[in-house]
């Protein structure tokens, strides 16, 4: 118990510290800071690093993947809450599910793609345990989208490619916004508004990202 509560006031005062830092680059969102001052960071990251989990650094969560510093967390959900509605959100990319977790305090449903069997299992569980119930998750190739017939507000992509695939802007709202990291001709992550035929760029901002890989791993 008592060992339970020094681990909470010591991961307590290094997400204090995260905060500080959020807010020294520009991160002003004060729903959005006092949110990432609660959620446990240090579960969602594999344990050996766990004492790392609120440093300005991308971490592992296993399968060789990792999880975004938190201030490229911080900006994608940031242009969030500036130019999207707060209805229907769809990722791709679930990973730990710490970006999932943001999202699910935000938008009224969140629907989440994850292709390693693994990953999909670990952030669904750790997410239910947190109490988050507006999430729906599927094992599955962000490529192909969601099985059923899907009209979101946004849609955000956690993992970088070369080109946006079809069946992610097929299922976003006219007016709606996409955010996705592409590696051509820079790596950078993009924010844009749907317009018809057409596409705003409302923001950019260099970034690192895993690749989006195609198919599914199953184990
Ligand atoms: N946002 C996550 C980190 C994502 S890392 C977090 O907060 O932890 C990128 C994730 O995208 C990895 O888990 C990777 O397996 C997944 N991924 C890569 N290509 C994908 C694809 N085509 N469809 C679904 N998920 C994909």
């Not at 209805?87 to 990973?95: A, Y």
């Not at 989208?145 to 079809?166: C, E, N």
């Not at 592409?182 to 035929?197: A, F, S, T, Y």
Request: with cysteine.
């Amino acid at each position: 118990m008592a060992e339970d509560l020094h681990k909470l006031k010591n991961s307590n005062s290094k997400a204090s510290k995260m905060i500080v830092e959020l807010q020294k680059h520009g991160i002003h969102n004060e729903s959005l800071l006092s949110l990432m001052l609660t959620i446990p960071r240090h579960d969602f990251v594999e344990p050996a690093f766990s004492h790392l989990a609120y440093s300005a650094t991308p971490l592992p969560i296993g399968r060789n993947q990792t999880i975004s510093q938190p201030l490229t967390v911080a900006r994608m959900t940031e242009w969030l809450l500036e130019y999207s509605r707060m209805g229907r959100i769809l990722e791709v990319g679930t990973g730990s599910g710490y970006q999932t977790c943001i999202l699910s305090h935000f938008f009224n449903k969140v629907h989440t793609i994850e292709r390693q069997q693994r990953l999909f299992e670990r952030a669904q569980k750790r997410l239910s345990q947190l109490g988050v119930n507006n999430v729906e998750y599927l094992h599955g190739d962000g490529h192909v989208g969601w099985p059923t017939t899907l009209t979101v507000d946004a849609v955000i992509v956690t993992a970088m490619a070369s080109k946006i695939p079809l069946a992610l802007t097929d299922c976003l709202k006219d007016g709606g916004v996409l955010i996705m990291p592409l590696d051509q001709p820079e790596p950078m992550i993009g924010c844009w508004r749907k317009m018809g035929v057409q596409w705003k760029c409302l923001e950019e901002s260099p970034a690192q990202f895993v690749p989006m890989l195609e198919g599914l791993v199953c184990e």
